[in-house]
């Protein structure tokens, strides 16, 4: 499987931007797909995840409510859409995937995401 992340941009706080991942190969195999973030010198942070089906997803709390994760599987992308950015959004983006089945739900580890994207740039100024 392979993941391909774009859209990142230089943006002004308040503003919006709508990320994608497209993936390639083996998709029939996913379970979910998942956003993470990475500032310097600190760990990858768990953004936004849905489920291949669609039916679960889930957010970190501070982008709950201003970001939206989507899917189009007949197109096999991953949306972000990111709205009332914030200067600590700034930050790359990467769109990862996992195959195993996580029953108590969307996996926020970055371990446990087998598939990752090249990272997307999002800056965001005050």
């Known amino acids: 499987v392979q993941l391909q992340a774009s859209g990142g941009g230089l943006l002004q706080s308040g503003d919006s931007l709508r990320l994608s991942c497209a993936a390639s190969?083996?998709?029939?195999?996913?379970?979910?797909m998942a956003w993470f973030r990475r500032v310097p010198e600190k760990e990858r942070e768990f953004v936004a995840g849905i489920s291949r089906s669609g039916d679960r997803t889930s957010y970190a709390d501070s982008v709950k409510g201003r970001f939206t994760v989507s899917g189009d599987n007949s197109k096999n992308m991953m949306y972000l859409q990111m709205d009332t950015l914030k200067p600590e959004d700034t930050a790359v983006y990467y769109c990862a995937a996992v195959s195993s089945y996580y029953p108590t739900g969307l996996p926020r580890v970055p371990t446990r995401y087998k598939y990752w994207g090249q990272g997307t740039l999002v800056t965001v100024s005050s």
């Open positions: 190969g083996r998709t029939g195999i996913l379970y979910a």
